[in-house]
T-cell receptor, first 113, second 113 residues
Framework: AQSVAQPEDQVNVAEGNPLTVKCTYS??????LFWYVQYPNRGLQFLLK??????LVKGSYGFEAEFNKSQTSFHLKKPSALVSDSALYFC???????????FGAGTRLTVKP | KAGVTQTPRYLIKTRGQQVTLSCSPI?????VSWYQQTPGQGLQFLFE???????NKGNFPGRFSGRQFSNSRSEMNVSTLELGDSALYLC????????????FGEGSRLTVL
């Protein structure tokens, strides 16, 4: 079955340090991959997407992600974490032309001052 | 531009009752998707509607149903509520092209007693 996986339930980083939230995919063909963020009691917000082209994708709030075909990964990164980045992060893939977005289990990021 | 609006935001029902949730998509968006979010199961896809037609359906029992109106507004209904239906129900809209990001509402939190 086509899916994305987030191997870490929780990631803790200190403010100012770089952060990485991991995602691997198992999708045939060319994957359409996304990252979303969810703040407490809110809906999800789009951060960035990879459809095709440059493997390094830049998104909102200083986040970026690198598509790595050989490792089937799409890790989310930020050079310097902020306390306000603390939230639940979801990796997702989209079945093309289906608008069927499937999400990973989510990773809770905590940035400590 | 108004975002995705979901009503009601919070509701409490008892087992056996039924509930209807409403979603108004962003103007111009023709695709509406519904997701159930629970701590144990994460984000699970319910169904997606495009131009009043159900285009995709997740793995949920027939108690879960939905519809979309000609103005793209959507409703979902859950009949014969069970305790396990307690969840945050999220609606998302998109233009429908299949490569764009989803825009989520803030959700309807259903508690079943």
């Amino acid at each position: 079955a086509q899916s994305v996986a987030q191997p870490e339930d929780q990631v803790n980083v200190a403010e100012g340090n770089p952060l990485t939230v991991k995602c691997t995919y198992s999708v045939s063909g060319n994957p359409y991959l996304f990252w979303y963020v969810q703040y407490p009691n809110r809906g999800l917000q789009f951060l960035l997407k990879y459809i095709t082209g440059d493997n390094l994708v830049k998104g909102s709030y200083g986040f970026e992600a690198e598509f790595n075909k050989s490792q089937t990964s799409f890790h989310l990164k930020k050079p310097s974490a902020l306390v306000s980045d603390s939230a639940l992060y979801f990796c997702a893939h989209l079945a093309y032309n289906n608008n069927d977005m499937r999400f990973g289990a989510g990773t809770r990021l905590t940035v400590k001052p | 531009k108004a975002g995705v609006t979901q009503t009601p935001r919070y509701l409490i029902k008892t087992r056996g009752q039924q509930v209807t949730l409403s979603c108004s998509p962003i103007s111009g968006h023709r695709s509406v998707s519904w997701y159930q979010q629970t701590p144990g199961q994460g984000l699970q896809f319910l169904f997606e509607y495009f131009s009043e037609t159900q285009r995709n359906k997740g793995n949920f029992p027939g108690r879960f149903s939905g519809r979309q109106f000609s103005n793209s507004r959507s409703e979902m209904n859950v009949s014969t509520l069970e305790l396990g239906d307690s969840a945050l129900y999220l609606c998302a809209s998109t233009r429908g092209s299949g490569t764009g990001e989803l825009f989520f509402g803030e959700g309807s939190r259903l508690t079943v007693l």
